[in-house]
């Protein structure tokens, strides 16, 4: 179907839909299941029994499973049945963790798809794009990713960008009319706008016609198909450190094998024995174990209202120094209110809060109605220049579009201004906002056929731009002592906190040039809104606890400097001597000059998009890791040059996120602070993991070594090795992940991007915990097999014993970068109930019958367990009282 050739009317009728209301909850359906999913084809996925077998592909167990078969063909039939299992539950645990990630990242995908604005049942929405039908009719703005393929039914200045489809880096130009033309590429359809290109000017509604691979997109492009899986600099610094000790622990292993052969030990034994032991203090679960760990923190984050959208952002988050986040929304509720007017030289004032129509205008203390000179005028001006709509959800008033915008309806409404009744005024010409020209203007034409133009915009902006001032009086010329005026009453608005905007108008002919350098200028000036949008009450706790954790905070916004520094003195963002810096200065220094004072600054007023860039990379030159936040496609730039970027969910473009490393969910900075102290939790819980794993590794193989050192028998059968393995290494280390943060996590300077996964003496902890758990094990053996010589298998159960207590008791301190005694081991439940696990595991070994002659355990008394237990405490109670 060539779309581009229909009229509008004609494509409403093919797709039975109306741009005035949209598709029903019930055709919806309907379309879904008749044309599926709106998405590309996504890469195949690889079958669970691959990945099943993918878990016995590593090279240890290979040769784990051949000296399995050689057991078995020498008659050894227990020990390679015993062998087999617990490799396939080994398996079957990686298969579990894997799975665990893969869905964790599925979720994450889909939670950061781009969303789309649809009308539905006579009301706007906001849908996951993968849910938009053929026939939705969609909202699109700048900044925005078109959804689906659209024929474009309304365009208000809109310009996209379609060089991922054309080559052609230009913007286009996009109108609604029908084109008449045979076989135009998709190029030339400029009444059609398509999937993934990006809105880059205006706005514009348009009616779905293709999705998925019914797409341009779908047919010439499988660009966004193919999702590589990214490795954090954390997981390839493990996989680095991982191949780093397989050389270490092979030597070791062939260490011990070649010392028992050396001894007279059978050979087959000792080369069943040091594959165990290859297989144990090789630590391959640990990529599995950081994935799991990244991909539930991950999750974590998600229910405090932040999606990490790359995983390298979490290990990231824990060395951030400083952020630089937009005040409004982020640090402000982002419930604009109107309460004061500059109006006719005087100032009202407007009682109600957020977006409550109810109110009234008073002149000092009396009230005032639609009868004051040029009130009423003022505040449909307001409504006409605005692309905002009040709505009522469960019987509140809500805001759908700009929260400014909202704020001017809601004053309208409090002065008894009904809704704009669109046949009285039509339409001419409108010229977006924009952060670069900070005013918006539109050209209408009321029902006596009068055209003329309103401009919103900043004061700044909106006064040089003026030639004439309204006043109680009428029309007059602007003189110098106006101008004073206004500028006073706009610093006086500032200094209470009061954001403001001026708004203007300009009597048109017909035959005026609807250019746009020509419209906006020889304004007549009205009157200025102040607008404050309170600061949300959990910010400034939430400022306070980022400094306590080194992050300095900044403040970075388009409003008026007053405005800006009373906000951030009641943040407790600025302090004394803090410098406040504007956008004009910021255009007069060189980077170089900027770097200079940027320690300085924590504050930023009247800034555009660009200037966010320079900020962002005099920070970084300072040697800070920064956080940046943004909502607009101008802050895209930004955003990815930062080391982490933050964009908004109810907020931000489409380009804004995906440039992102991190979407809030409710736009709140307080959100940012949640982020970061879950990142450095995330962090430190690997570092406990990493630490419990190779303590462990480390005493399984200096037992063996120090037993072969002293002629001793083996401490530990080939068995008894893998199940330690087993049970000490798999659900203690994953547990382990899931511990809470630590009281002083945000009362520590934010970590070095240059330390390494051993930094602050965790190499230290690793080495002398796991000597003393080989050394105990070591004693538990000889001192049992010294007093009973006969029965080396009472002596093996002792050590085998003594080894899994000494690690799971070890496990408590992992929790810690202190004393065991600091924290409540209860505080963890997961962990607490994993140590149970491995221990009723134990037991079961040690005391059933059936399992003994495989294990080659024995039962023990009391006084044995005693005996262990004081031993196996030792590494633990021993650095703990040191503390």
Not at 142 to 149: E, F, K, L
Not at 318 to 335: F, H, L, P, R, W
Not at 547 to 570: E, L, Y
Not at 791 to 800: D, P
Request: proline letters at 4%; a neutral charge.
């Amino acid at each position: 179907m060539k779309w581009y050739q229909l009229d509008v009317e004609r494509v409403e009728q093919k797709l039975h839909v109306t741009s005035k209301e949209g598709l029903s909850s019930k055709k919806v359906k309907e379309r879904q299941k008749q044309y599926g999913l709106n998405e590309l084809e996504s890469q195949k996925h690889t079958p669970r029994w691959l990945i099943f077998l993918a878990q016995f592909q590593d090279f240890m167990v290979l040769v784990l499973l051949a000296a399995t078969l050689i057991a078995g063909l020498l008659g050894e039939y227990i020990d390679a049945i015993a062998i087999m299992v617990i490799v396939l539950v080994n398996g079957c645990i990686g298969y579990f963790q894997e799975q665990k990630a893969e869905k964790s990242l599925e979720k994450l995908k889909e939670l950061s798809a781009p969303m789309a604005n649809v009308l539905r049942d006579g009301k706007w929405e906001k849908v996951s794009s993968r849910e938009v039908v053929v026939g939705d009719v969609v909202r699109i703005n700048s900044g925005d990713r078109i959804p689906a393929d659209i024929r474009i039914v309304k365009s208000v200045s809109m310009e996209t960008e379609e060089s991922a489809l054309t080559g052609e880096s230009l913007p286009v130009m996009k109108h609604a009319t029908a084109i008449r033309k045979e076989n135009l590429e998709a190029g030339d359809q400029v009444n059609m706008g398509f999937m993934g290109t990006l809105v880059t000017r205006g706005s514009g509604i348009g009616i779905v016609v293709g999705t998925g691979m019914n797409t341009v997109m779908g047919q010439i492009a499988s660009l966004m198909t193919n999702t590589k899986k990214t490795i954090t600099p954390l997981e390839r610094r493990l996989a680095e450190l991982g191949k780093i000790l397989i050389i270490v622990a092979l030597f070791l292993t062939a260490l011990v094998v070649m010392l028992g052969i050396f001894q007279g030990n059978p050979m087959y034994e000792m080369f069943l024995a040091g594959v165990s032991l290859a297989v144990a203090a090789i630590p391959e679960g640990l990529p599995a174990i950081v994935t799991v760990a990244l991909s539930l923190g991950v999750q974590r984050m998600i229910k405090k209202k932040a999606i990490v959208r790359k995983l390298s952002a979490v290990e990231t988050l824990g060395t951030a120094s400083v952020i630089c986040s937009d005040k409004t929304g982020t640090m402000t509720e982002n419930q604009m209110t109107v309460k004061e007017i500059y109006l006719n030289g005087n100032h009202l004032y407007v009682t109600g809060d957020g977006y409550d129509i109810h109110g009234d205008y008073y002149l000092n203390d009396r009230k005032v109605d639609e009868h004051y000179p040029n009130l009423e005028n003022m505040l449909l001006y307001g409504m006409l220049c605005n692309h905002a709509a009040l709505l009522i959800k469960k019987g509140k008033y809500q805001i759908d579009g700009d929260p400014t915008d909202g704020a001017l309806l809601v004053a309208a409404r409090k002065l008894g201004l009904k809704e704009i009744d669109g046949e009285k005024f039509h339409l001419i010409k409108e010229i977006p906002f924009d952060s670069d020209r900070k005013r918006m203007s539109v050209v209408l034409e009321d029902q006596n056929g009068m055209r003329f133009l309103i401009t919103k915009g900043a004061p700044d902006v909106l006064l040089p731009r003026s030639t004439h001032v309204l006043n109680g009086e009428g029309r007059s010329v602007l003189r110098k002592e106006d101008t004073i005026k206004i500028e006073n009453s706009i610093n006086s608005m500032a200094s209470k906190a009061l954001r403001t905007i001026a708004i203007g108008i300009r009597p048109l002919s017909n035959k005026d040039s609807l250019d746009e350098a020509f419209l906006e200028k020889d304004l007549t000036f009205i009157g200025l809104f102040g607008i404050i949008d309170p600061p949300r009450k959990e910010v400034k706790g939430a400022i306070a606890e980022c400094r306590q954790a080194g992050i300095k905070t900044v403040m970075i916004t388009g409003d008026h400097v007053n405005t800006a520094r009373a906000i951030a003195s009641n943040l407790n963002i600025l302090p004394t001597n803090g410098l406040v810096l504007e956008g004009h200065q910021l255009n007069q220094m060189s980077q170089a000059e900027l770097e200079d004072v940027i320690d300085d600054a924590y504050v930023f007023a009247r800034v555009t998009p660009e200037h966010k860039l320079k900020i962002v990379k005099a920070f970084q030159s300072k040697g800070h890791i920064v956080a940046m936040t943004g909502d607009g496609v101008n802050d895209a730039p930004a955003i990815k040059a930062s080391d982490i970027g933050i964009s908004m969910g109810i907020a931000g473009t489409d380009v804004t996120k995906e440039a992102s490393s991190l979407v809030l969910m409710d736009d709140n900075f307080a959100t940012i602070k949640a982020a970061i102290k879950e990142g450095r939790n995330i962090y430190e819980n690997i570092r406990k993991f990493i630490r419990y794993l190779l303590a462990s590794n480390v005493g399984e193989i200096l037992v063996m070594l120090f037993a072969m050192l002293l002629g001793l028998p083996l401490p530990l059968v080939p068995v008894q090795i893998l199940w330690v393995n087993l049970v000490t290494d798999g659900l203690p280390a994953m547990a382990l992940g899931l511990d809470k943060p630590e009281d002083n996590v945000m009362k520590r300077p934010p970590r070095s991007p240059r330390e390494g996964v051993f930094g602050r003496g965790l190499g230290y902890k690793i080495i002398s915990r796991g000597i003393l758990i080989g050394l105990v094990t070591l004693i538990a053996f000889m001192l049992t097999y010294q007093n009973n010589p006969d029965n080396l298998i009472y002596a093996q159960t002792v050590a085998f014993t003594t080894l899994v207590m000494a690690q799971l008791i070890h496990v408590f301190d992992c929790r810690t970068e202190n004393s065991v005694f600091d924290r409540n081991p209860f505080e963890n439940i997961y962990l607490v109930l994993a140590v149970i696990s491995s221990l009723l595991l134990l037991l079961v070994v040690v005391y059933w019958p059936p399992l003994q002659p495989i294990f080659h355990t024995t039962a023990l008394a009391l006084r044995d367990w005693m005996f262990i237990v004081a031993l196996s405490a030792i590494p633990t109670v021993l650095f703990g009282f040191k503390k």
